[in-house]
Nanobody
Framework: QLQASGGGLVQAGGSLRLSCAVS????????GGWFRQAPGKEREFVAAINWGASTTYYSDSVKGRFTISRDNAKNTVNLQMNSLKPEDTAVYYC???????????????????WGQGTQVTVSS
C-alpha cells in the first residue's frame, strides 16, 4: 500500500525530498511517518504527521532540518530533508497506520503498513 521514492546520494549540507504514495487511508486518524535504519543499528523514528490535523512530530536529531508534509490531492506523505549530515545516511522507510495514540507515535510497532526502503547516502 506504500511506495517510497526519492532517495539518492548527496553531499553534506545538501537536500533531498522523499515521497511516499499511500494507496488507502483507513480512517480520519491516519498517520504517515518516516523511519530510518543505518547499518548495524535499530530502525529509528524520524518524523510523523497526523493526516487530518496536519500535526507533525520529529525526532530531536532532525528537528529544524527535516519537514514532513502530506498532499491530499496526490495522497502522498513527503519528507523534505535539508542541511543533510553524514549521520543521516540510512535506508529510509515510510510507514502508515490508523488511530495511533500519541505516546506511540515514535514506536515503529504502532505502524501497520510499510513501504520498501529507499537509500539516502550523505557524503562528507
Amino acid at each position: 500500500q506504500l511506495q517510497a521514492s526519492g532517495g539518492g546520494l548527496v553531499q553534506a549540507g545538501g537536500s533531498l525530498r522523499l515521497s511516499c504514495a499511500v494507496s488507502k487511508r483507513t480512517s480520519s486518524r491516519f498517520f504517515g511517518g518516516w523511519f530510518r535504519q543505518a547499518p548495524g543499528k535499530e530502525r529509528e523514528f524520524v518524523a510523523a504527521i497526523n493526516w487530518g490535523a496536519s500535526t507533525t512530530y520529529y525526532s530531536d536529531s532532525v528537528k529544524g532540518r527535516f519537514t514532513i508534509s502530506r498532499d491530499n490531492a496526490k495522497n502522498t506523505v513527503n519528507l523534505q530533508m535539508n542541511s543533510l549530515k553524514p549521520e543521516d545516511t540510512a535506508v529510509y522507510y515510510c510507514a502508515a497506520g490508523a488511530s495511533i495514540i500519541l505516546s506511540n507515535i515514535r514506536n515503529r510497532h504502532a505502524y501497520a503498513y510499510w513501504g520498501q526502503g529507499t537509500q539516502v547516502t550523505v557524503s562528507s
